[in-house]
Each structure stands twice: as C-alpha cells, then as structure tokens.
C-alpha cells in the first residue's frame, strides 16, 4: 500500500519492458513481409485453430429461433472479434434475417485430411450441397461439392456467401483486383427491383418487405467484384483475402435491405455442372504468436468499502499469469500511484478461455482508482458508500418511459415516439402461427370472431424489449417486480411526468407524483383492458406482418393507427379509418397458468396503487380474485396437461395465492399457499423460493422455520451448480438470456439474507451485481446502458439502427465468441 519500490515491482517493470519490445518485434516482421504464422490446425473442439486465428466449420448451425442471428456457419473468431459469420450456399446476395437457411444434414470431421465436410439442404427445392474446409497455406480452402446441379429455379441464385461485421471494416478499405475501394459507413450501393415472380419466398412465406401492393422486391447490386478480394489491407488484424478459382467474388451491403445486414462476399454457383463446382482460397491474415489482450472484469460502478472486491481477468489460453497485479489511487496531489499489490491467483479454465482472480478486498479506503495487470491499467471506478444509490434511475427516469405503450413520450427537445397503437386491436384469426412465437387454436375462447375489432385496449402497457409488441406474461412479472421495490424500499422518485388522459408522457419532469407508482399503473391498465374487453388476459398482441414487425424507430409509425375498414382498398384511408390491414392481434388462448400469473400481479399492484389510485386498486383485486376463482375451476375440469408450457407454468397457482393472501389476509388464500409451496420447493426449488421468501412476514414463526431448511439446501445447490465459473453467478451458455436469471437469483439472494443473515451473506448479492455492471466473460462493459463508467454503446433497442442505446436498458447476455 505504498509508493516504495518491491523486488515483484522491478520484475514486473522488467517483463513490461520485454513485453513492449516483443510487440515491436513482430511488427517489424509483418512489414517486412517476413512471416513465422503456424498454419491452422484441428483441435480437439473440433475447429481449427492457429494464434490470432480460429476457424468454425458449423460449430454453430442456424437454428431458427431468430432464423438468421449471424452465429452459423463457418465463422472465424479474428484476434479475439467473432467478425466473420454465415459462411454457406445461401440462395441471394445479401440474405435478410427471415430468408430460407440451410439445415445441415450431416458433419464429417476428418483428423486424417484435416477437414471438416458439411451436407447443407434446402427443404423447399430438394438441394444438397456440401462444403469443405481444409487448411492451406496460411489460410483454408472451401470447396463447395454438388452431387446433382443447381435446380432450376436457384441457377444464378445459389451461391457461397460469407459474411463480415460492418462496424469491424468501418474506416477501412478493400481491393477488388487490385482497385481500392471503402467500406461504406453507412448503406448507399445500388439496388434493383425486381418482379415478385423472381423472388424466393422467405421463411414460411412471410415478406420482410412492403411492396405498396405493387408486386415486386429489391435485391442488392455489389460494390465490388473480381477473382481476388482483400478486406482491409491496412489492418492486420481485419486483413482477409479470398480468391476465387473460377467465377468472381463479388461484394455485397446487406444494409440495404435489412439494418441488420453485413458485407458479404459471395460467388455463384455455376449452372449444369456438378463436382467441385466452386473453390475459394481464404487467407485472413494472423499475426505471428499473437496473444489476445486480457480482459480484467470488474465492476464499472465500483464497489462499497465494505464489500469483496475480485476482479476475474480473462485469458488467452496460450497466455501466462502473472504474478501480481496491483491497484493505483488518486492521491490528494491528484495523481494516481500505486497502492495495494497483491498476488493474482489461477483459477482454471472455463469455455475458451484461461480465468484468474485478483483480490482487492483488503482496500476500505473511500476513493477513485484503477487496475494495473502487466501494462495494461483498466479505466478508473470508485470505492464510495454510495456507489449503488442512484444507479437504477436511468432505468426507472428512461427506460421505463420510452417503452410505454399507447403514449406519446417526450425528453427535452426529443419525442422517442409519438401515441403508437391507437388502432389496437383485433381478435387473432384461428388456428394461426404468428412469425415471433404466438400461436391462435382452434376456438377464440372470447366472444369476437376472428379478424373482428376488440374495443378499449389502446390504454396501457410497455413494448416488447426490441420489438413493440405486449407480452402479457412479461408485463405480469415488471408488475411483481415494481410493487416488490415499492414494498421494500418505497421508491418515491419523481422525474417523469405521465398523464393517462391526454397519453402523453415526459421525461425529467416531475409532477408530484413517484414515477414507479405511475408505472405500476400503467402496467395494469392493459391487463385491466384485457380482462374487461377480452374476458381474460391474452398471450400477446403483435402486427400481423413481417413488414411491419421489423419496424425501428418511432413505434408510432408501426401501423397507421387508423381501425382497418374492409370497405377501403389497402393503402386507402377515410381519415378516421383504413383499408390496410395492419392493426395488431390479439393471441386470446386462455391458459390458467397466466390467469393465475395475472391475478399475483394484480393483486400485488393493488396494494401498491391503495392511497394512490384506490379505484384502480379495488379493480384491481377484484379482478384478482375473480381470474384465481375461474381457473380454479377451469383446472377442475381439464386433462391431465404435461405439455412444455404448462410444466412451465407450474407453480402459478401458488404465486396468485400468496399475492392474494398477502392483500386480504382471507385464510383461504393461505391454506391454498400453504397447500403448494411446500411440495413445489420439494419439486423445483430455485424458482419458487422468491414467493416462498415474499410470504415469511406474513406467517408464522414455524412456517420461517421450516423455510430455513429450504434456504439452506438453495445456498449448497447454488454453491455447486455455480463453481463451474470464475464468476460464481447462474451463467447461461444458450443463447438469448444471462442477464435477467442473474439478476434474479441476487435478488432471491437478497431476500435470504434479509430473513436468515446467517444463511446468505450480502456477496451473494453483490456478486450478481458485479457481473452485470462489468465482471463477466469477452469484455468489462457494463451491461446496463449509461451505468457505470463504461457501458455499451450499441444495444439491441428500438433505436439500434442509430447505432446507440436506450439508457436504462440491460444488455441481455454476454456473447462469448
Ligand atoms: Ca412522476
Ligand atoms: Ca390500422
């Protein structure tokens, strides 16, 4: 903890020495052209690897959940940056999101050949083709092999494509033969339209795209072409070049059509000819013995005093530990200066990576610091008393804000979004499968037939993170969690004005009233709307098309908020209503998991809403109370149920009866409580051991004994299951989800230690914290939009075609590459 030199210090400033030099070094070589590059090799994950390098040959299939995610094909993690994906026979030149992808029938790993083969078929045209990868030179070759030509209907349409990040070549070049060319910033190539008898259906014959009735489509012309091109020349790091041995490479935006596109290079498959029917040479540049930078994960919003403090630094498997790290403060001078220095421990490896721990607990001296490790020091973050007390506002003042439904919201000179929805809705045709997951039976199980108008629903409600759809299921668990915070903590906060009347909602503007309150209101007002004009609530309500579906921007604009009119021609309006069938549809199958669910929800805001909006909370209840009763009896009657969706939704019985009792302290409620629980945490114990933990205040002391027992097994489950990772948090390694299942298992670790201190200490809690703000795998970003000092910068909300964010706004998971 001081200035003064130590014998780890000068070894330390030694090695930073050699360390610089070796950079120098291999920099030298690469501009001399003199190479010492490995060639790539296949290793027991079964991709090739070579330092700077590796090579996946569908270690990733698409799998349909988001169609195209660009997480398939053959892909190649560049110097640490998973910056080319997609790597397949794909049927256009720059394939959106919902096109057709290839399903990978069969994956043949020769160790003796060094290869990997690959039998790739299109369903709808009968087409196989495979793809092999092997390695040549300093790069790999792919061939592509038909054993039948290209059907008829794809001559001049199948093709190889591989795909690069755009943001990994803004600022840089290519060369098509030799000419020089720049990565467009932004889209701005050539596109043709085409007639829709030449278009390839997308998936399940949805269109991303609105023709205005006009019949056709656009498809991209290319930048470039020629037999080689090279992305990035300037850029060893980005460098790949690919030659062709027979027809062009050619080089794609796929921006124009979709915001989500990447540059692609691509080649068509020849007419009439079977065999090896396309080779390319691919050649991404390696830098010699390259080492990826660690990652030193820490918290970006700094840490108490009192609490542990670990950073987890992420390695290179080819990477050696040192020895010591240490931490620099502020001083009253205003420099930093070294002090604490401590040894750093190896934990092992995880994933793809080599994970060590440095510990700098013993430090309780409020102040602003940084992390040095070997010559690279992390950005500064503070050790402060405070350092929790305003970082959930950004959340509570914005983004709660602009994902309110049916309003007009409002910040400063900003409008996010004008009133969306005023059309909503209609009742879901039957028997309908909707492209993001809903699903209409047989029956309506509502008194309105299909397609008809349902009233009074343009009230209330937040978007879908992402897209602009009402989730009901969602909705209900915001709801459980904002009365949870008014309950513990009594949120009072008021930043934000919201008037229910005239829709309109603005940011950083108090009106007297606590903003989580008016939250809570807002939330219920849809659900309230959903069982007072539906009968029940609703599984969601979402626009019936793809074109609208891929909506960014102002959601005011998804639909034209005028009620369709089937009298006018689509595109017609009488300026009250429209001949175009946009309006969104209501999924009204009724399940007794998600009345239950809604009835807990209710319950608890009507609590919440008592003093505030007593109107709204006796509805509240009322409706509570009435969607319990009606499921209760529902269940009486229905078959035995295993299907997916209902194990899933176990347990809601048990959630709507606690919220109920913990309301009205009616004793039929609790013996309903207490008849479940104690089989349900018998069953599954993780997810039912939030609702357990709400009802202790409200019971007796023998039911908090007997809970005890419960917490004890959670803590020794969760202790294993989580000494998997250097983290010691919940990570999800599928994909879409990370962030929210942290997020509650430190919650549910809160409420533990609230009621048994001696069971969970508070690191439970903060660890889950420090994972979220900054101490998780591939970076140390936060992932809480504009918390902590470094958050992302580009996140997946409604405004990510800006490139940008919404503050408040949690990053859903770490993507490990
Ligand atoms: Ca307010
Ligand atoms: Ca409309």
Redesign the pocket.
Same mark, same amino acid.
């Given at each position: 903890m001081s200035k003064h030199y130590t014998i780890s210090e000068d070894i330390f400033r030694f090695k930073r020495v050699l360390c610089n030099k070796g950079v120098l070094f291999f920099c030298f070589l690469s501009i001399s052209g003199v190479s010492f590059s490995q060639s790539l090799k296949l290793n027991e994950k079964d991709y090739f690897e070579t330092p700077g390098l590796d090579v996946w040959v569908f270690n990733n299939e698409y799998n349909g959940m988001f169609f195209d995610e660009k997480t398939a094909g053959i892909e190649f993690i560049h110097h640490g940056v998973r910056t080319v994906t997609g790597g397949a026979i794909r049927l256009q030149n720059t394939p959106e999101q919902w096109d057709l992808i290839p399903k990978m029938t069969s994956r043949k790993i020769d160790k003796k050949t060094n290869t990997i083969e690959v039998t790739l078929r299109y369903e709808e045209f009968n087409f196989d083709s495979k793809v092999a990868v092997t390695p040549q030179g300093k790069g790999f070759l792919i061939t592509v092999l038909l054993d039948k030509a290209v059907p008829k209907e794809l001559e001049g349409r199948a093709g190889f494509n591989l795909e690069f990040l755009p943001t990994s070549y803004f600022e840089s070049n290519y060369l098509a033969d030799g000419k020089a060319g720049t990565f467009p910033r932004y889209p701005a190539g050539d596109t043709q339209t085409l007639p829709l008898s030449q278009k390839i259906q997308q998936f399940s014959k949805h269109t991303t795209f609105d023709d205005r009735g006009r019949k056709e489509f656009i498809a991209t012309l290319p930048l470039a072409s020629g037999k080689t091109l090279i992305f990035a020349p300037e850029n060893p790091e980005r460098t790949v070049k690919i030659q062709s041995e027979g027809t062009d490479v050619m080089l794609f935006d796929g921006r124009n059509l979709g915001q989500n596109g990447w540059f692609i290079a691509r080649s068509i498959l020849p007419s009439n000819k079977t065999g090896k029917v396309l080779t390319w040479y691919v050649e991404p540049n390696a830098i010699p013995n390259w080492l990826r930078k660690p990652v030193i994960g820490f918290s970006q919003v700094g840490y108490m005093p009192g609490q542990n403090k670990v950073a987890v630094i992420e390695l290179d498997k080819n990477d050696k530990v040192l020895t010591t790290a240490s931490v620099f403060r502020l001083d009253k001078a205003g420099e930093f200066v070294e002090y604490f220095r401590k040894d750093v421990k190896f934990w092992g490896t995880y994933l793809r990576y080599n994970y060590a721990q440095f510990d700098f607990s013993a430090i309780n001296e409020e102040g602003l610091y940084y992390i040095q490790y070997g010559n690279q020091q992390t950005n500064t973050f503070q050790i402060e008393d405070d350092v929790y007390a305003k970082i959930w506002q950004p959340t509570m003042d914005v983004w709660f804000p602009v994902q309110m439904d049916h309003m007009e919201v409002n910040e400063a000179y900003r409008v996010w979004h004008g009133k969306p929805f005023l059309d909503d809705c209609m009742q879901a045709p039957l028997n309908h499968e909707h492209f993001d997951g809903y699903k209409q039976g047989s029956t309506t199980d509502t008194k309105y037939k299909p397609l008809e108008r349902i009233p009074g629903m343009a009230v209330g409600g937040w978007f879908d993170a992402g897209d602009f759809d009402i989730q009901t299921f969602s909705h209900v668990s915001v709801i459980n969690s904002f009365v949870e915070s008014w309950e513990a903590f009594k949120v009072t906060r @008021?930043?934000?004005?919201?008037d229910q009347k005239t829709q309109f909602v603005d940011i950083h503007r #108090? @009106?007297?009233? #606590?903003?989580i309150l008016?939250q809570i209101e807002h939330g219920v007002l849809n659900l309230v709307a959903q069982v007072e004009n539906i009968g029940h609530p609703v599984r969601g309500i979402i626009v019936p098309n793809l074109h609208q579906y891929h909506h960014l921007g102002d959601a005011s604009t998804e639909t034209d908020n005028l009620p369709y009119n089937a009298s006018l021609k689509p595109f017609e309006s009488n300026g009250t209503s429209s001949g175009t069938m946009d309006d969104r549809w209501a999924f009204t199958n009724r399940t007794s998991f998600l009345d239950y669910r809604t009835s807990g929800a209710l319950a608890g805001a009507s609590r919440a809403l008592r003093g505030y909006n007593n109107k709204l909370s006796d509805k509240c209840l009322a409706i509570a109370a009435k969607l319990t009763a009606e499921a209760l009896e529902i269940e009486k009657n229905a078959k035995p149920d295993n299907s997916p969706m209902s194990r899933w939704g176990k347990g809601s019985d048990m959630i709507a009866m606690v919220q109920l009792y913990l309301t009205t302290k009616d004793e039929r409620y609790k013996k309903g409580f207490l008849d479940r629980i104690w089989k349900l945490l018998d069953e599954n114990l993780e997810p039912n051991m939030n609702a357990a933990l709400l009802a202790v205040p409200a019971m007796d002391d023998s039911y908090k004994t007997k809970l005890r027992g419960y917490a004890i097994k959670y803590k020794e489950k969760i202790d294993k299951d989580n000494a998997d990772n250097p983290y010691a948090v919940p990570v999800i390694k599928r994909g879409w989800g990370g962030s929210s299942q942290v997020i509650n298992w430190a919650s549910t670790n809160y409420y533990i230690h609230k009621i048994y201190p001696d069971i969970i200490d508070k690191e439970y809690v903060y660890r889950g914290l420090n994972y979220i703000f900054g101490c998780h795998p591939y970076s140390n970003l936060s992932f809480v939009n504009a918390v902590g000092n470094r958050s992302k910068k580009v996140a997946y909300g409604g405004n990510r075609a800006d490139f940008t964010t919404i503050a408040g706004g949690v990053v859903p998971r770490a993507y490990f590459s």
């Open positions: @008021d930043e934000t004005y919201v #108090p @009106d007297g009233q #606590p903003d008016q």
